[in-house]
C-alpha cells in the first residue's frame, strides 16, 4: 500500500511539472481513442485535458457556463451548429494550417450548415438506432421493441437526447422526424411516456451500453459506434440494427471555440485527426463511420461491411438528420413533460 | 452558557472585527447570489437563455402549469411528489434512527465508541453511499444474486433503477442526519422525571411517550428538518438510483441549469423551493424559540 | 443536568427488542460501505462473484491522470478553502461566543442559513452572481481599457490600470479553481463558527481578564491568551471544513469550470456510467481518509479544557 501512496504522490508531483502547451477538449464522452491521445501528446509535446458531455444541449450549456477562452475546441453535431454560430461560440478556421482537409470525403467538404467548412470539420458520423443483446433476443424488426416495453417484458433503456428520442418516436408513429404539428407531437409524447413507464430510464449512449453488457437492459437506444465499438467488446453479446420505420444519421463536427487559448494547438490536432491512418485507427476503435476519404482503405473490413456503419442507398433513404425547427420551445415542452410525469 | 458577556457599546471595534469578515463574506456571497436570483426569476428569457427585460410573471406562471399548450401542472405535480418523497424519507429516517440514537445515548461506556460508529457514514461522500446502493442493487449483485442463490427467484429483479430504490438511497443517506440531533436531545434527558413516572405507576410505554418523547422532540424535529431540507433539493440520488425515470424538483432545477438552459425559469422554481424552507425554518423558530437554536450546537 | 442511568427504572437500560434493532440499524449502516471495500479486491470486472483477491483497481487507480488530477484539484481546494474559511469561522465564532448585540438572535439564524439551504439553490444563484460579476467586469474592462487607448496622460494610466483590474476579476470569476473556492468557504464558514462557539461556551474568562488586567490590549488577549487555548476546538473546526470541502459535490459540480473536477465530481460521471471496479478503489480510499479524518477530529474534541461539558464527545452534527 505505501508504494501505492509513494507512486501517487510522485505522480501528484509531475502533474504540476507538466508540458505547458495544453489543449482543452470538450467532446462526447467516450469518444477518442485513447492511444490517439497519447500519440498528439508525445508528437507535440502538449498535453490534452479532455471535458466530456452526453447530449448536444449539455454541451451548450457547459460552453455557455464556463464561458470563452477556456475551451479550445468542441464536438456539436450538425443540427446545433447554425445555434453555436448564433450565439458567437465559435471561431472561423484558418484552411492555410490544415492542409490534410482535403482528405474529407466530398460529401462532407461544404455541408449546409456550415457552407465552405468555415468553422467545422467532420470528426465522425454516425446513426442511432437499437443496440440489443443478442444472446437473449433476436434482432429487432420494429422501434416497437423500445416504444412498447410491456409486449416483451425485457429491460429497455431509453436515450436522454430530446431531438433524438421524440423524433424516432415521431417516425414509429409515421409521422416527419422534425414535425411541428401540435397534435403529432402530442401524440410523440403519450408514446414516450408509456414507453417511459416500461424502461429502465433515460441514459446517455455509453451509459446505456454498459447497461448492456451488465444484463441491466436488453434493448438500449444507443449510437451505432456505442454499440460495435471496443469499449462494447469481450464481456456480451451485443448487435445493432436500425429497424424499418427508419433512423437518425448525424455527423460530428471539430470546431474551433471563438477566443480559445490555444487556436494553433486545436488546428494542429485538427489536422492530425484529419491524417489517414489517425482516422482509421479512430473509426476502427470507436466503430463511428469517417468521413475522411483518405482513411477509408485502413478500416476494418467487417465494419465496412455493417450496413449500418456504412450504410448503402437503401437503409440512408430511411434515415433522417435532425433538423432546426422553429418553435423549439414546443419541443422542450414536450420533453418536459414526458421527463416529468 | 457562561458569565454575561460584557457589554457591547464599548466593545463595537472588537465585535466587527471578529463577526464583521464572517457577515460580509456570507453576505456577499449568499445573500446578494440569491438576491440576483430573485432578479433573474422576474426576467425574460430569449432563445437560447439571452436574458433580458421585461420583467415578467412568466416563469412562476409555468411554474403553476401555464404552458403554450394548455394549463398543465407538471411542475406542481413534481414539486408536491418531492414534498411526498421528502416526507417519507424524513419519516423513515426517524423510524430507523430515533431508536437507534436512543440506544446509543443509553450504553453507557460504549456511548463514544458507539457514536463513532455512527459517523463514519455520516461523514463518508454522499456519492460513495449512493453508489452503494447502485453496487447492491444491480442485476448482477448481491442482492440479486443473494435471492437467485438461495433459490427465491429465477432471474434477476429490476430492483434498480427504481422509486423504491430512490427511497433507500435517501434514507440511507439521512438517517445520520437525524440520529446526531436526537442522541444530543437523549443526552439530555431528566430521567429522574422518568423514574417519577415509574413511582407513580406508569409502565414502560407510558412512560416513554408521556416523559422522553417530549424531551427528545426539539432533538428530532431539528433531525426532520435537515433530512427533509436535504431531500427536497436532492437531484443526484433519483438520477442515480431512479435511471433519470423519476424526476423531483431538483431535478428539474438541475435541467433549467444544464441542458434545457433556461436560468429564469430555473430561478424562479430555485426561489418557490427556497421560500419554502425558509417558511419551515420560520415556523420552527417561533415553535422552538431560543431553545432550538441550542439544540444545533 | 440528566442522570445517567436510572438503575431502578427499566426503561433507563435497552431492552432485547431496542439492541437487536439497534444492531440491525448498524447494519444498515454499514453494509453498503463494507460492500464497495469488499469489491474494491474483487478480481472480477462486474458482479456479485468472487473471483480472488487482486490489488489491480489501485494500481490503475494510480496510473489514471484523469484521477491523479481531479486528486490535486480536489486537494487544492479543500486546502485554500478551509485556510480562509477557518480564519473568519475562528473570529465569527469567538465575536458571538463573547459579545452580546442587537440583534444577535436574528443574525445566529441568517448565520445558519448556508448550513440549512439546499445545496442545489446556493450553487445555482452562485452561477448566476458569478456570471453576472464576469460579465459586467468584462464590460468595464473593454470600456476601460478602450478609453485608456484615446485619452492621454495620467487619466489613460488609470484607466489602463482600472481595466486590468476588471479584466482579472472577469477571468477570475470564470468558473474555475477560484469560483469554487469561494464557494467552499461560504458554506464552511457557519460549520467553523458553530464548533468554535460551542467551544467556548464553557470557557473560562478569567485568564483573559488576569492578561487584561495586566495591560495587554484586546488584540493580544486573544493572540496570546484566548487563541492557545480553544486552539483544539478551532483545529477541530479546521478539520470538519476540510472534510466538507473534500465531500462537496453538488455546489462543486455547478461552480467549476473545464479542467478543475474535482473528485466527487468525477465519481459522479463515472457513476453514471455504471459499476466500475476503479470507481470501488476509489471509494475505499476515500473512506479511509474520512475515517482517518474523523478519528483525529475525536481525539481533538476530548482534548477539553477542565470546565467543559463532559458532552466533549463529537455531538457536532450540522
Request: charge should be negative; avoid cysteine; aromatic fraction near 12%.
Given at each position: 500500500?505505501?508504494?501505492?501512496?509513494?507512486?501517487g504522490?510522485?505522480?501528484?508531483?509531475?502533474?504540476?511539472?507538466?508540458?505547458?502547451?495544453?489543449?482543452?477538449?470538450?467532446?462526447?464522452?467516450?469518444?477518442?481513442?485513447p492511444?490517439?491521445?497519447?500519440?498528439?501528446?508525445?508528437?507535440?509535446?502538449?498535453?490534452?485535458?479532455?471535458?466530456?458531455?452526453?447530449?448536444n444541449?449539455?454541451?451548450?450549456?457547459?460552453?455557455?457556463?464556463?464561458?470563452?477562452?477556456?475551451?479550445?475546441?468542441?464536438?456539436?453535431?450538425?443540427?446545433?451548429?447554425?445555434?453555436?454560430?448564433?450565439?458567437?461560440?465559435?471561431?472561423?478556421?484558418?484552411?492555410?494550417?490544415?492542409?490534410?482537409?482535403?482528405?474529407l470525403?466530398?460529401?462532407?467538404?461544404?455541408?449546409?450548415?456550415d457552407?465552405?467548412?468555415?468553422?467545422t470539420?467532420?470528426?465522425?458520423?454516425?446513426?442511432?438506432?437499437?443496440?440489443?443483446?443478442?444472446?437473449?433476443?433476436?434482432?429487432?424488426?420494429?422501434?416497437?421493441?423500445?416504444?412498447?416495453?410491456?409486449?416483451?417484458?425485457?429491460?429497455?433503456?431509453?436515450?436522454?437526447?430530446?431531438?433524438?428520442?421524440?423524433g424516432?418516436?415521431?417516425?414509429?408513429?409515421?409521422?416527419?422526424?422534425n414535425s411541428?404539428?401540435?397534435?403529432?407531437?402530442?401524440?410523440?409524447r403519450?408514446?414516450?411516456?408509456?414507453?417511459?413507464?416500461?424502461?429502465i430510464?433515460?441514459?446517455?449512449?455509453p451509459?446505456?451500453?454498459n447497461?448492456?453488457?451488465?444484463?441491466?437492459?436488453?434493448?438500449?437506444?444507443?449510437?451505432?459506434?456505442?454499440?460495435?465499438?471496443?469499449?462494447?467488446?469481450?464481456?456480451?453479446?451485443?448487435?445493432?440494427?436500425?429497424?424499418?420505420?427508419?433512423?437518425e444519421?448525424?455527423?460530428?463536427?471539430?470546431?474551433?471555440?471563438?477566443?480559445?487559448?490555444?487556436?494553433?494547438?486545436?488546428?494542429?490536432?485538427?489536422n492530425?485527426?484529419?491524417?489517414?491512418?489517425?482516422g482509421a485507427?479512430?473509426?476502427?476503435?470507436?466503430?463511428?463511420?469517417?468521413?475522411?476519404?483518405?482513411?477509408?482503405?485502413?478500416?476494418d473490413?467487417?465494419l465496412?461491411?455493417?450496413?449500418?456503419?456504412?450504410?448503402?442507398?437503401?437503409?440512408l433513404?430511411?434515415?433522417?438528420?435532425?433538423?432546426?425547427?422553429?418553435?423549439?420551445?414546443?419541443?422542450?415542452l414536450?420533453?418536459?413533460?414526458?421527463?416529468?410525469? | 452558557?457562561?458569565?454575561?458577556?460584557?457589554?457591547?457599546?464599548?466593545?463595537?471595534?472588537?465585535?466587527?472585527?471578529?463577526?464583521?469578515?464572517?457577515?460580509?463574506?456570507?453576505?456577499?456571497?449568499?445573500?446578494?447570489?440569491?438576491?440576483?436570483?430573485?432578479?433573474?426569476?422576474?426576467?425574460?428569457?430569449?432563445?437560447?437563455?439571452?436574458?433580458?427585460?421585461?420583467?415578467?410573471?412568466?416563469?412562476?406562471?409555468?411554474?403553476?402549469?401555464?404552458?403554450?399548450?394548455?394549463?398543465d401542472?407538471?411542475?406542481?405535480?413534481?414539486?408536491g411528489?418531492?414534498?411526498?418523497?421528502?416526507?417519507?424519507?424524513?419519516?423513515?429516517?426517524v423510524?430507523?434512527?430515533?431508536?437507534?440514537?436512543?440506544f446509543?445515548?443509553?450504553?453507557g461506556?460504549?456511548?463514544?465508541?458507539?457514536?463513532?460508529l455512527?459517523i463514519?457514514?455520516?461523514?463518508?461522500?454522499?456519492?460513495?453511499r449512493t453508489?452503494?446502493?447502485?453496487?447492491?442493487?444491480?442485476?448482477?449483485?448481491?442482492?440479486?444474486?443473494?435471492?437467485?442463490l438461495?433459490g427465491?427467484?429465477?432471474?434477476?429483479?429490476?430492483?434498480?433503477?427504481?422509486?423504491g430504490?430512490?427511497?433507500?438511497g435517501?434514507?440511507?443517506?439521512?438517517?445520520?442526519?437525524?440520529?446526531?440531533?436526537?442522541?444530543?436531545?437523549?443526552?439530555?434527558?431528566?430521567?429522574?422525571?422518568?423514574?417519577?413516572?415509574?413511582?407513580?405507576?406508569?409502565?414502560?410505554?407510558?412512560?416513554?411517550?408521556?416523559?422522553?418523547?417530549?424531551?427528545?422532540?426539539?432533538?428530532?424535529?431539528?433531525?426532520?428538518?435537515?433530512?427533509?431540507?436535504?431531500?427536497?433539493?436532492?437531484?443526484?440520488?433519483?438520477?442515480?438510483?431512479?435511471?433519470?425515470k423519476?424526476?423531483?424538483?431538483?431535478?428539474?432545477?438541475?435541467?433549467?441549469?444544464?441542458?434545457a438552459?433556461?436560468?429564469?425559469?430555473?430561478?424562479a422554481?430555485?426561489?418557490?423551493?427556497?421560500?419554502?424552507?425558509l417558511m419551515?425554518?420560520?415556523?420552527?423558530?417561533?415553535?422552538?424559540?431560543?431553545k432550538?437554536?441550542?439544540?444545533?450546537? | 443536568?440528566?442522570?445517567?442511568?436510572?438503575?431502578?427504572?427499566?426503561?433507563?437500560q435497552?431492552g432485547?427488542?431496542?439492541?437487536?434493532?439497534?444492531?440491525?440499524?448498524?447494519?444498515?449502516?454499514?453494509?453498503?460501505?463494507?460492500?464497495?471495500?469488499?469489491?474494491?479486491?474483487?478480481?472480477?470486472?462486474?458482479?456479485?462473484?468472487?473471483?480472488?483477491?487482486?490489488?489491480?483497481?489501485?494500481?490503475?487507480?494510480?496510473?489514471?491522470?484523469?484521477?491523479?488530477?481531479?486528486?490535486?484539484?480536489?486537494?487544492?481546494?479543500?486546502?485554500?478553502?478551509?485556510?480562509?474559511?477557518?480564519?473568519?469561522?475562528?473570529?465569527?465564532?469567538?465575536?458571538?461566543?463573547?459579545?452580546?448585540?442587537?440583534?444577535?438572535?436574528l443574525?445566529?439564524?441568517?448565520?445558519?442559513?448556508?448550513?440549512?439551504?439546499?445545496?442545489?439553490?446556493?450553487?445555482?444563484s452562485?452561477?448566476l452572481?458569478?456570471?453576472?460579476?464576469?460579465?459586467n467586469?468584462?464590460?468595464w474592462?473593454?470600456?476601460?481599457l478602450?478609453?485608456?487607448?484615446?485619452?492621454?496622460?495620467?487619466?489613460?494610466?488609470?484607466?489602463?490600470?482600472?481595466?486590468?483590474?476588471?479584466?482579472?476579476?472577469?477571468?477570475?470569476?470564470?468558473?474555475?479553481?477560484?469560483?469554487?473556492?469561494?464557494?467552499?468557504?461560504?458554506f464552511?464558514?457557519?460549520f467553523?463558527?458553530?464548533?468554535?462557539?460551542?467551544?467556548?461556551?464553557?470557557f473560562?474568562?478569567?485568564?483573559?481578564?488576569a492578561?487584561?488586567?495586566l495591560?495587554?490590549?484586546?488584540?493580544?488577549?486573544?493572540?496570546?491568551?484566548?487563541?492557545?487555548?480553544?486552539?483544539?476546538?478551532?483545529?477541530a473546526?479546521?478539520l470538519?471544513a476540510?472534510?466538507?470541502?473534500?465531500?462537496?459535490?453538488?455546489?462543486?459540480?455547478f461552480?467549476?469550470?473545464?479542467g478543475?473536477?474535482?473528485?466527487?465530481?468525477?465519481i459522479?460521471?463515472?457513476?453514471?456510467?455504471?459499476?466500475?471496479?476503479?470507481?470501488?478503489?476509489?471509494?475505499?480510499?476515500?473512506?479511509?481518509?474520512?475515517?482517518?479524518a474523523?478519528?483525529?477530529?475525536?481525539?481533538?474534541?476530548?482534548?477539553?479544557?477542565?470546565?467543559?461539558?463532559?458532552?466533549?464527545?463529537?455531538?457536532?452534527?450540522?
Amino acid at each position: 500500500m505505501r508504494k501505492l501512496v509513494a507512486i501517487g504522490l510522485v505522480a501528484l508531483l509531475s502533474l504540476g511539472l507538466a508540458q505547458t502547451r495544453t489543449l482543452h477538449l470538450l467532446t462526447w464522452s467516450e469518444y477518442i481513442d485513447p492511444d490517439i491521445v497519447a500519440q498528439f501528446e508525445a508528437e507535440f509535446d502538449a498535453r490534452i485535458v479532455i471535458d466530456t458531455f452526453e447530449s448536444n444541449e449539455d454541451a451548450l450549456a457547459k460552453l455557455k457556463a464556463a464561458g470563452l477562452g477556456v475551451y479550445d475546441l468542441v464536438v456539436p453535431t450538425d443540427y446545433i451548429i447554425p445555434t453555436f454560430l448564433e450565439l458567437g461560440l465559435l471561431q472561423p478556421l484558418d484552411h492555410s494550417r490544415l492542409p490534410n482537409l482535403d482528405n474529407l470525403a466530398k460529401n462532407f467538404r461544404n455541408p449546409p450548415f456550415d457552407p465552405g467548412n468555415t468553422y467545422t470539420v467532420a470528426y465522425q458520423w454516425g446513426t442511432t438506432g437499437i443496440a440489443f443483446r443478442k444472446d437473449i433476443v433476436e434482432p429487432p424488426t420494429s422501434w416497437e421493441v423500445i416504444f412498447n416495453p410491456q409486449s416483451h417484458g425485457h429491460p429497455v433503456a431509453l436515450l436522454d437526447s430530446m431531438r433524438e428520442m421524440i423524433g424516432l418516436a415521431l417516425l414509429y408513429l409515421g409521422h416527419d422526424f422534425n414535425s411541428e404539428n401540435r397534435e403529432e407531437l402530442v401524440q410523440a409524447r403519450e408514446l414516450l411516456i408509456r414507453a417511459k413507464e416500461g424502461s429502465i430510464g433515460f441514459y446517455g449512449s455509453p451509459a446505456a451500453r454498459n447497461l448492456l453488457l451488465t444484463g441491466d437492459a436488453v434493448y438500449a437506444v444507443v449510437y451505432s459506434g456505442d454499440a460495435l465499438g471496443a469499449l462494447a467488446e469481450g464481456l456480451a453479446d451485443i448487435d445493432f440494427v436500425i429497424p424499418s420505420e427508419g433512423g437518425e444519421i448525424w455527423v460530428d463536427n471539430l470546431a474551433i471555440v471563438a477566443n480559445a487559448p490555444n487556436a494553433d494547438l486545436a488546428h494542429e490536432f485538427i489536422n492530425f485527426i484529419l491524417r489517414p491512418e489517425i482516422g482509421a485507427q479512430l473509426s476502427n476503435f470507436l466503430a463511428f463511420s469517417t468521413p475522411n476519404q483518405a482513411a477509408l482503405p485502413f478500416i476494418d473490413e467487417a465494419l465496412k461491411a455493417n450496413p449500418y456503419i456504412y450504410p448503402e442507398a437503401q437503409v440512408l433513404e430511411r434515415l433522417h438528420y435532425i433538423e432546426d425547427v422553429a418553435n423549439l420551445e414546443l419541443w422542450d415542452l414536450i420533453w418536459t413533460q414526458v421527463r416529468a410525469r | 452558557m457562561t458569565k454575561p458577556a460584557p457589554p457591547w457599546r464599548g466593545k463595537r471595534g472588537q465585535i466587527l472585527a471578529t463577526v464583521g469578515p464572517g457577515v460580509l463574506w456570507i453576505t456577499l456571497l449568499l445573500i446578494i447570489p440569491s438576491l440576483v436570483m430573485l432578479a433573474y426569476s422576474f426576467l425574460t428569457r430569449y432563445r437560447f437563455n439571452r436574458v433580458g427585460y421585461p420583467w415578467t410573471l412568466e416563469h412562476y406562471g409555468t411554474f403553476l402549469g401555464f404552458t403554450q399548450l394548455g394549463y398543465d401542472p407538471i411542475y406542481l405535480s413534481v414539486f408536491g411528489k418531492t414534498l411526498l418523497v421528502a416526507g417519507g424519507v424524513a419519516v423513515l429516517a426517524v423510524l430507523i434512527g430515533y431508536p437507534l440514537a436512543f440506544f446509543i445515548a443509553r450504553s453507557g461506556p460504549w456511548k463514544t465508541l458507539l457514536l463513532t460508529l455512527v459517523i463514519i457514514p455520516f461523514w463518508t461522500n454522499f456519492l460513495i453511499r449512493t453508489y452503494a446502493w447502485i453496487l447492491i442493487l444491480a442485476s448482477n449483485g448481491p442482492v440479486n444474486s443473494g435471492l437467485q442463490l438461495l433459490g427465491i427467484t429465477g432471474e434477476p429483479l429490476a430492483l434498480f433503477p427504481s422509486l423504491g430504490a430512490v427511497f433507500v438511497g435517501m434514507v440511507y443517506a439521512y438517517v445520520p442526519f437525524l440520529i446526531l440531533p436526537v442522541y444530543a436531545s437523549v443526552e439530555k434527558v431528566d430521567w429522574s422525571l422518568v423514574e417519577a413516572a415509574a413511582d407513580l405507576g406508569a409502565n414502560r410505554l407510558r412512560a416513554f411517550w408521556y416523559v422522553i418523547v417530549p424531551q427528545t422532540l426539539p432533538g428530532v424535529i431539528v433531525g426532520v428538518l435537515l433530512v427533509f431540507v436535504s431531500a427536497l433539493g436532492n437531484f443526484i440520488t433519483p438520477a442515480l438510483l431512479g435511471g433519470s425515470k423519476e424526476v423531483l424538483i431538483g431535478n428539474v432545477i438541475q435541467q433549467q441549469f444544464g441542458p434545457a438552459l433556461n436560468w429564469p425559469f430555473g430561478s424562479a422554481i430555485s426561489f418557490v423551493v427556497l421560500g419554502f424552507v425558509l417558511m419551515a425554518l420560520y415556523l420552527y423558530a417561533r415553535a422552538a424559540g431560543q431553545k432550538g437554536l441550542e439544540v444545533l450546537n | 443536568m440528566a442522570a445517567s442511568g436510572g438503575q431502578r427504572f427499566r426503561a433507563g437500560q435497552p431492552g432485547i427488542a431496542l439492541k437487536v434493532y439497534a444492531l440491525l440499524a448498524f447494519l444498515f449502516l454499514y453494509i453498503p460501505i463494507v460492500m464497495i471495500v469488499i469489491f474494491s479486491f474483487n478480481q472480477s470486472r462486474l458482479g456479485a462473484v468472487w473471483t480472488g483477491f487482486t490489488l489491480d483497481w489501485y494500481r490503475t487507480l494510480f496510473q489514471n491522470e484523469t484521477v491523479l488530477l481531479a486528486t490535486r484539484n480536489t486537494l487544492i481546494i479543500a486546502l485554500a478553502s478551509t485556510a480562509i474559511s477557518t480564519v473568519v469561522g475562528t473570529l465569527l465564532g469567538a465575536g458571538l461566543a463573547r459579545y452580546a448585540f442587537p440583534g444577535k438572535r436574528l443574525f445566529l439564524w441568517f448565520m445558519y442559513v448556508p448550513v440549512v439551504i439546499p445545496e442545489i439553490i446556493m450553487a445555482v444563484s452562485l452561477i448566476l452572481f458569478y456570471g453576472l460579476v464576469s460579465q459586467n467586469s468584462g464590460a468595464w474592462a473593454n470600456s476601460l481599457l478602450a478609453y485608456s487607448q484615446e485619452a492621454g496622460g495620467l487619466l489613460a494610466l488609470l484607466a489602463s490600470g482600472l481595466g486590468q483590474l476588471a479584466r482579472q476579476v472577469s477571468s477570475f470569476f470564470q468558473l474555475g479553481l477560484g469560483t469554487v473556492i469561494l464557494a467552499h468557504i461560504t458554506f464552511q464558514i457557519p460549520f467553523v463558527a458553530i464548533v468554535v462557539r460551542s467551544r467556548m461556551a464553557g470557557f473560562d474568562q478569567s485568564l483573559e481578564e488576569a492578561a487584561r488586567d495586566l495591560g495587554a490590549n484586546e488584540v493580544n488577549v486573544f493572540r496570546y491568551v484566548t487563541l492557545p487555548l480553544i486552539m483544539p476546538g478551532v483545529i477541530a473546526g479546521g478539520l470538519l471544513a476540510f472534510t466538507l470541502s473534500i465531500d462537496d459535490f453538488v455546489i462543486t459540480f455547478f461552480t467549476s469550470g473545464p479542467g478543475t473536477t474535482t473528485l466527487p465530481v468525477y465519481i459522479f460521471s463515472a457513476v453514471k456510467r455504471g459499476v466500475s471496479p476503479d470507481i470501488n478503489a476509489l471509494s475505499t480510499l476515500i473512506i479511509l481518509v474520512t475515517v482517518v479524518a474523523l478519528l483525529l477530529f475525536n481525539w481533538l474534541q476530548s482534548r477539553t479544557t477542565p470546565s467543559s461539558a463532559a458532552g466533549g464527545s463529537s455531538r457536532e452534527d450540522s
